[in-house]
Each structure stands twice: as structure tokens, then as C-alpha cells.
């Protein structure tokens, strides 16, 4: 396949691990570049439909159009309408940029991925049964690579944007549940710490790279899962 059959896979499925894509784009610089600008597009994109519009927006924007039809039906109706659309976009587009500037710059790593996680929630119902060498294909620019995880089943893999920083999103498989394994390179720690939300709970732990944060809604599986990456991730730096 050339670079335009890729890239017309790719805005089809963005996160797509198929392997002669994977291929062309561990040799492409241009087409992994495309690639990780779908998965940050993605992501703004998926934040951006969960802002909530202010309460009675809708009826005052109703509100606008009926005066505007009473002073000139025919001629204003249009406009009006136009109007009202344009305050709403502003209003969704000034909340989203207002969320990215400073929510995000404010919260601190652990809400950072505990809402990365809740944002993809779609991918714990993801088993595609990955091998060491797909997800190493996709952890291969973040300076780690796994030897083995013997009797696990990797779920997925795929590049995921984390904060300012390309980061990979791995997700294992256990009895008790899907783990997710966020490697999140730039992301520089002192030491160990805990996170926890309503369901999950995690720790991130520092790496020659940046940090690894490990989350599920078993706790006892990640303290498992957490010694058998220190086992077996291999630092390549």
C-alpha cells in the first residue's frame, strides 16, 4: 500500500493495528506523523463533545429567534438563525478552549490519567489478543520495549496523546478485569504514587523515560501486574 491508501485507512480507523499499517508507518516519518495527529484530533475532538452546554441556552437562543421573526419574518429568520447557531458553537468552542488552557494545565498527573481512562472506556471491550511484538511496534519511540508477558493477553495497544507528550495506551487482560497500562514518556515523577476515582484505582511509578501509570478496579491485580512489567520491560535508552 502507498502513503494515500494508508492515510485513507488510517482517517477510517485512526487506531487501527493492522499489520502492514503498522509497518508502512514504522518507515514513513510523514504517515506516522498523519497518524499521531488523528489520535491528538481524536482526543480533542472526543473532550470536546462531553462540555456541557450552560443551563436555558437553548431556550434563550429560542427566545432570540421568535423576537427576531416578529420584527422582519422573511428577511431576518435567516439570520436569526445563523445567530443562534454561531453563539452556540462560540459558547461549546469557548468552554473547550477555556477546559484545554487551564483545566488541563491545572489538574495534576493522576487526574490526567484517570480521565484519559474514562475518556476511552471503550477500549476495556477491546480483545484483540496482541502479540509482544505489536505492542513493542507501538511502545518502540518511547524508549521501552517488553521481553514477555507470560500467561497475559494484551487487549490493545495503540499511541494515545497524553497531556503535551505522545504516549502509548496498553491495555492486559486478568480475571478480576481489563488493566490499562499507560507508558507516558516527559512525564518526569520523584516517586511512586496512588490514584483513585469512584471505579478505578492505580499507581504511577517513574521510568528512565518519564512514567508508567497502572490502573484497574482490582487493586490486587495491579500490585501483580506491576511486578511482572519491573520484571519485564527493558529500558532502551
Known amino acids: 500500500m502507498n502513503c494515500i491508501d494508508i492515510r485513507n485507512q488510517l482517517l477510517a480507523d485512526p487506531g487501527s493495528q493492522d499489520h502492514a499499517i503498522r509497518s508502512h508507518l514504522n518507515d514513513c516519518a510523514d504517515c506516522s506523523r498523519f497518524a499521531n495527529d488523528l489520535l491528538v484530533f481524536e482526543s480533542d475532538l472526543n473532550r470536546a463533545s462531553k462540555v456541557e452546554v450552560p443551563e436555558g441556552l437553548a431556550s434563550r437562543i429560542l427566545l432570540r429567534q421568535r423576537l427576531a421573526a416578529e420584527k422582519n419574518r422573511r428577511k431576518k429568520y435567516g439570520m436569526a438563525t445563523a445567530a443562534a447557531f454561531l453563539l452556540s458553537f462560540t459558547v461549546v468552542i469557548s468552554s473547550f478552549f477555556s477546559f484545554n488552557l487551564g483545566d488541563v494545565d491545572s489538574q495534576t498527573l493522576e487526574q490526567v490519567v484517570l480521565q484519559h481512562i474514562n475518556d476511552e472506556l471503550y477500549h476495556l471491550q477491546d480483545h484483540k489478543n496482541l502479540s509482544v511484538q505489536q505492542v513493542n511496534s507501538v511502545l518502540k519511540n518511547h524508549g521501552n520495549q517488553l521481553k514477555a508477558l507470560p500467561g497475559r493477553t494484551i487487549n490493545y495497544a495503540g499511541a494515545c496523546p497524553i497531556r503535551n507528550n505522545q504516549g502509548a495506551h496498553v491495555i492486559v487482560g486478568s480475571d478480576s478485569g481489563p488493566i490499562t497500562v499507560l ?46 512489567l519491573a520484571a519485564q520491560i527493558i529500558d532502551l535508552s
Open 183 to 228: 507508558f507516558m514518556p516527559g512525564e518526569f515523577i520523584e516517586s511512586r504514587s496512588h490514584l483513585k476515582d469512584k471505579r478505578f484505582q492505580g499507581v504511577i511509578v517513574p521510568t528512565g523515560h518519564g512514567s508508567m501509570a497502572i490502573v484497574a478496579e482490582d487493586p490486587q491485580q495491579i500490585e501483580q501486574l506491576e511486578r511482572e
